[in-house]
């Protein structure tokens, strides 16, 4: 956590945390916004039930015009982190509705008033305060209300959040924006037939955050947030530059100056059947002779596919698997950018990975409708690898140019990564296979295609 | 309510009236809940409601109140065209009551003045309320909208019952109060598509329950809604079990380039411009299948069946003892054709028929028809996995235009689909002294296939790679 | 809407059983008072755990219905004090909650445990169950 010069109140998510920096400043008012179902309420529920774990101060939770309070608890109990043992506990619902439609919105204030007196809480949640708007006889009237809160909430230690659901619109307009010293919404957007989930923080006083949308998504433990991935802010120092690492394919590494250099991002482009596959494979496999561990992250072959590839080239799949090799099989329909590139990320902090393959960077973009964010994900990616001294290889796909006409090439991709290594497609007359170095940043490297087979052991350059 | 002496805390559902939409529902709506219908006039939101009602007939009375939207008497004259309709449930198990009067008189009050009296004199076990979004209109403040609507959640959330609310809302709606109070929201859509209507329907909330994400395609039939549920990508077992098996390609000459046939499950694209041999070699493979006892699946977009019955007969074949021996046909027209309807259709086949080859012939005409290229491709793709997960092998042909190229396959998504194949064979057609056909494999996933440019031949038994 | 004309339903009728109702949602307790008083009992209500307390000595109900969330004397230890309190153990007590607390609530000394929301059969089954047969018989 990194220390922001005064308190803060965590999340009970780590991600979050990590998004705002540590928490919501202590004794703060935030507002909770999003529209139906974009999982507000599990957000601060979740909140409530890891405070009330450390046996602190009570928390208080007023549910106003949205919803009878058993209605909440009856959904409350589907999620792992409800404990039915804090609630009445340290944990204090109220349902303030009948007063409120009775007394006004001034109700609002009675309550708080006691319950600070009574229960002095470390939080405070109202859910809905968006709700009290339409009850208000007038927009001054809402504004009294919220001055008088505010000045009494003021002379206690509580951190307060409203919850509604409001829109961007409201944000604009509505008095308990201006005073919120935290602001975080969630929304969900229609990507074709799917639905994409994001968090992101408007506002946070006396704190930066880690700006833009963060992928999240709602199980049966809560909001899982996926932070958004962001070049490495202080770069360490590459005492690896120099190094080079053998690439594992037979008589590659002389074209490329003795080897790839360690913490390099290589490019790898070939049409279908150019053995983009089966190099990358030897490549990953060849750190597992050296003692190391390398990550295999694919799009297109399901965990049974790729084990056939590695049998190919005459190894065995659990052998690899027990030895180092980590298959990271993900659906890019299914989910967003976001949560497959922390994925990765966290594979890599977790397993101690010297090399990784990506096959490949084209289906990510493929199958996303925002390619800016995939080539903003991409290249993070790149960056934090080579500050860790991981070199990876990520395929790109290039479309046979028998049914193109001509092959297309990604500059961005290209820009982005150290080395660019082409193989050609067995072509007529003669259908020999080359490989050539396109790139090799830092290199004196061999431009021209060099022949190479792909026999029982892989790929053989000649 | 639940009478239970342990803390097991299970989740009672109501029944939508479609086993499809449960299962996007992941078995129904929650029990106790309150749900909102949205959608445009027309969009189906009355038909959901009713084909939910009468499957649900039974036991405590369901009520629906009609509030200011059509007669009592107009609603039931529509609804006996449905197969769903009970005349012997309607005013017993199933009761339509008009209190449009009321609250034009008295507003949201009086609505709630007989949800009140419904629970203690009829115990309903629904409750649905058509239309809800109309009682804005006769409301005179949000204020009081606001009393009303909590007044209402809070006699619904006390009593053992499920409540529906219908309305023509749109987007801008779902900062109404009603929505902070629903449990599930259902969005149905309707998009126009040159002559034809795409309709979907979307989840867009259903609290203390897991749901299938996205918008899933329907229709609206004599059944009421028939609902396709997106297909996704199929959970992978964890464990390594190597499919290593090959089956024959029923092309004579095709196996040796092919180091023994395809894999099992694997999925071939067949591309080559018209008259080059697809649907004759797709044909074969689907043959040879049924010869060995392997029901096949021809599903065919183009061409009619007497055109399918004559390119077999030129195999030697019989069209009706082949399907008799397993070959089975699937044929939609490509005017009509709703890609996730196709696609429900296949897989109840694959599953029904034990099917193990499958021919989609051709994948080019599932582009051309498709209103979101996006949606199609997320499609192919789950669909190639499922059919990996499933053990069956498949051919796809694609037809590329102008001979050895084809500027329009990329743009049109057939590049985005030779991503995803795991074989790519192409037939061409050369006129040099003569005409030439043949075949080259482009691709051959996890195999170091042949190089070559292979000469095909035509002969009676079919199309074979010339030695 | 007045929470008074919720809370007490029909003509008091001496004779009928006594049920207790410890409830702060008023249209639970308007919906089962209602009910109850059809199944032949008579219904008095209190809204905290303290207040329960009184009218138990007051009123001595033939059972009493309790939520397990009250203000400032909560469920579980309405249940303890009245278990503990040889004038009051004897009276049964039904938890009726939101909560999924059945093996809580009968730890605390609960005879029986019923989940929210309310339906009137399932109601009425477990509080003639609950409720000495003779005493609910002559009036039903």
């Not at chain 3, 249209?27 to 009910?35: N, P």
Request: overall charge negative.
């Amino acid at each position: 956590m990194i220390d922001r010069g005064y308190k803060c109140i965590s999340t009970g998510n780590s991600e979050m945390d990590k998004i705002l920096k540590g928490g919501f400043p202590v004794n703060s008012i935030n507002v909770i916004m999003g529209q139906p179902g974009t999982g507000k309420t599990i957000f601060a529920e979740q909140m409530i039930f890891h405070h009330a774990r450390q046996e602190d101060r009570p928390i208080l939770y007023l549910t106003t015009l949205s919803e009878p309070m058993s209605k909440i608890l009856t959904y409350l109990q589907r999620f792992t982190f409800f404990d039915p043992e804090k609630v009445g506990s340290s944990i204090h619902y109220r349902d303030i509705g009948f007063d409120l439609t009775e007394k006004g919105i001034g109700a609002l204030n009675d309550h708080l008033k006691e319950a600070l007196h009574l229960l002095s809480p470390k939080i405070i949640v109202v859910d809905s305060f968006k709700a009290l708007h339409d009850l208000a006889e007038s927009p001054p009237e809402m504004r009294r209300m919220l001055y008088e809160l505010t000045s009494m909430l003021s002379a206690y230690e509580t951190t307060v959040f409203f919850i509604g659901e409001y829109t961007e619109e409201n944000s604009r307009v509505m008095p308990e924006f201006a005073i919120a010293d935290g602001i975080v919404q969630f929304l969900r957007s229609a990507v074709s037939t799917r639905d994409e989930r994001f968090v992101r923080v408007l506002k946070l006083r006396g704190s930066s955050y880690l700006e833009g949308l963060h992928g999240c998504r709602i199980t049966s433990s809560g909001v899982d947030i996926f932070p958004r991935l962001v070049s490495p802010s202080v770069p360490e120092k590459y005492t690896w530059q120099q190094a080079r690492i053998n690439s594992g394919i037979d008589g590659f590494d002389e074209i490329v100056g003795g080897g790839l250099l360690r913490g390099s991002t290589t490019l790898l482009e070939g049409s279908a059947g150019a053995g983009k596959s089966n190099f990358s494979l030897q490549f990953a496999l060849q750190a597992l002779r050296e003692g190391g561990r390398s990550l295999y992250v694919n799009f297109q072959e399901n965990p049974t596919q790729l084990a056939r590839s590695i049998s190919a080239l005459g190894f065995n799949p659990d052998e690899c698997k027990a030895a180092g090799l980590e298959l990271l099989y993900e659906s890019p329909v299914e989910l967003q950018i976001d949560s497959i590139i922390v994925k990765i990320f966290r594979l890599i902090e977790e397993q101690n990975i010297q090399r990784v393959v990506i096959d490949a960077i084209g289906d990510l973009e493929v199958l996303s409708r925002d390619l800016d964010r995939v080539h903003d994900y991409i290249y993070s990616l790149a960056q934090h690898l080579a500050v860790r001294g991981i070199t990876s290889i990520m395929t790109y796909e290039t479309v046979p140019s028998h049914i193109v006409g001509s092959n297309f090439h990604n500059r961005r991709f290209s820009n982005m990564s150290d080395n660019i290594v082409r193989l050609e497609s067995p072509k007529a007359p003669d259908f020999i296979r080359t490989v050539s170095c396109l790139k090799a940043r830092g290199t004196v490297h061999d431009l021209k295609p060099h022949p190479f087979k792909i026999t029982g052991s892989g790929i053989q350059v000649s | 309510m639940t009478t239970s002496m342990k803390a097991n805390y299970s989740i009672e559902r109501i029944s939508s009236g479609s086993s499809e939409t449960d299962l996007i529902l992941n078995g129904g709506f929650p029990k106790n809940s309150i749900n909102i219908i949205m959608g445009s006039p027309g969009s189906g939101k009355t038909i959901f409601a009713e084909q939910l009602m009468f499957k649900n007939a039974g036991d405590r009375p369901i009520l629906y109140l009609t509030t200011l939207s059509e007669p009592v008497g107009k609603i039931i004259r529509y609804l006996q065209g449905f197969s769903f309709y009970n005349e012997a449930a309607l005013g017993t198990d199933v009761i339509y009551e008009d209190i449009g009067p009321a609250v034009t008189k008295e507003g949201v009050n009086a609505l709630n003045k007989r949800i009140k009296s419904a629970i203690l004199e009829q115990s309903p076990k629904i409750i649905i309320v058509d239309s809800f979004k109309d009682l804005h209109y006769l409301t005179q403040s949000v204020a009081e909208m606001r009393r009303h609507l909590y007044e209402f959640t809070s006699m619904i959330t006390a009593y053992d019952t499920t409540v529906f609310l219908i309305g023509e809302y749109t987007t801008e709606s779902l900062s109404l109060p009603e929505f902070t109070a629903a449990d599930g929201i259902i969005e149905l859509l309707r998009t126009p598509l040159g002559t034809r209507d795409e309709r979907f329907v979307r989840v867009l909330k259903l609290r203390g329950s897991s749901y299938l994400e996205g918008s899933h395609a329907f229709k609206i039939s004599q059944h009421g809604l028939e609902v396709f549920p997106r297909l996704v990508t199929p959970e992978i077992p964890k464990s390594f079990t190597l499919l290593d098996e090959r089956i024959t390609s029923g092309v004579e000459g095709l196996d040796e380039l092919l180091h023994g046939g395809f894999l099992v499950g694997s999925t071939t694209l067949l591309a080559g411009p018209t008259g080059a041999g697809k649907t004759t070699i797709a044909l074969q493979f689907a043959m040879d299948g049924v010869r060995q006892g392997i029901p096949a699946l021809f599903v065919n977009f183009e061409e009619n069946p007497t055109q399918l019955e004559r390119t077999i007969k030129g195999l030697g074949g019989n069209l009706e003892t082949l399907k008799a021996e397993g070959l089975h046909l699937l044929y939609a027209s490509p005017v009509e054709l709703q890609m996730d309807s196709i696609i429900v259709s296949m897989f109840a086949r694959i599953e029904e028929l034990g099917i193990k080859r499958i021919v989609i012939d051709s994948v080019g005409d599932l582009i051309t028809t498709a209103s979101d290229p996006q949606r199609l491709h997320d499609y192919i793709y789950a669909l190639t996995q499922h059919f990996t997960v499933r053990g069956v092998t498949s051919i796809v042909t694609f037809e590329t235009l102008g001979g050895l190229t084809d500027l329009g396959f990329k743009s049109s998504g057939g590049g985005r689909f030779s991503y995803m194949s795991d074989n790519i064979i192409l037939l061409q057609v050369g006129l040099q002294d003569r005409i030439k056909r043949t075949l080259s494999i482009l691709k051959e996933r996890a195999s170091s296939h042949d190089l070559g440019v292979n000469e095909i031949e035509i002969t009676k038994s079919g199309i074979r790679v010339k030695k | 809407m007045e929470r008074r004309h919720l809370a007490n339903i029909g003509e008091s009728v001496p004779d009928r059983p006594m049920v207790l109702m410890v409830e702060t949602d008023s249209y639970i307790r308007h919906f089962a008072s209602y009910f109850l008083h059809e199944g032949g009992y008579e219904v008095n209500c209190a809204d905290d755990g303290y207040a329960a307390l009184d009218r138990v000595r007051l009123d001595s109900p033939a059972l009493i219905i309790t939520e397990l969330m009250l203000p400032h004397l909560d469920g579980l230890a309405l249940c303890r004090l009245l278990k503990a309190d040889p004038a009051t153990a004897a009276v049964p007590i039904l938890v009726f909650s939101a909560l999924s607390a059945d093996v809580r609530a009968l730890e605390s000394g609960a005879n029986a445990f019923i989940m929210k929301p309310i339906e009137k059969i399932a109601l009425l089954n477990m509080v003639n169950s609950l409720v000495p047969s003779k005493l609910a018989g002559e009036n039903s």
